[in-house]
């Protein structure tokens, strides 16, 4: 009999990612780490999808890149969204991914997990964002991240 490996564990298991006490780094990988969001319009579906979400009281977003293979997150859920980290994900997953086929007929947009990181120090929110914000830098796409369309500031840091 064929014994198949275990899948690594992304999250932690004992943790309950509910409630606006935390902020987390997400990362969030396009299927085959394909380029797909260098098409602008791809793009501005994760960023509408973004603001959307967060007009609607599920999240503060401090920030986010969305680079052409990959987008980065820095967010907490808030007290209103009653639902966990990884449902609020997958909702935006879901929905994005849905919008891709439909508009492109691309499928499918993402990798089946993401990545998280619990901010644990307020010392640290800011590194977060320069990592966030400059990865176009890192990359050698722009010379200063303000120069990239698709990475924003929006929610006051909590520091």
């Known amino acids: 009999m064929m014994k198949f490996q275990d899948r690594k564990k992304l ?4 943790f309950e990612y509910k409630g606006s006490a935390h902020i987390y780094f997400i990362t969030v990988c396009t299927a085959d780490r394909q380029p797909l969001f260098l098409d602008k319009k ?3 579906v994760l960023e509408d ?3 959307f979400r967060r007009e609607k009281k599920e999240i503060k977003i401090f920030c986010y890149c969305v680079m052409p293979d ?3 997150i820095l967010l907490s859920l ?7 980290l990884q449902d609020w994900v997958s909702s935006f997953k879901r929905y994005t991914a849905k ?11 993402w990798q089946r997990n993401f990545f998280d990181h619990i901010v644990r120090t307020e010392e640290s929110i ?21 120069e990239y369309p698709f990475n924003k500031m929006l929610d006051s840091l909590p520091l």
Not at 11 to 14: G, R, S, V
Not at 99 to 109: R, V
Not at 126 to 146: H, M, S, T
């Open 70 to 72: 990959h987008l980065h």
């Open 11 to 14: 999250h932690l298991t004992n």
């Open 49 to 51: 999808e973004i603001e």
């Open 78 to 84: 808030t007290d209103d969204y009653q639902k966990s």
């Open 99 to 109: 919008i891709a086929k439909e508009e492109q007929n691309i499928k499918p947009l």
């Open 42 to 44: 791809l793009a501005k």
């Open 126 to 146: 800011p590194d977060f964002v320069q990592y966030i914000l400059n990865n176009p830098v890192r990359k050698g796409i722009v010379a200063n991240w303000e």
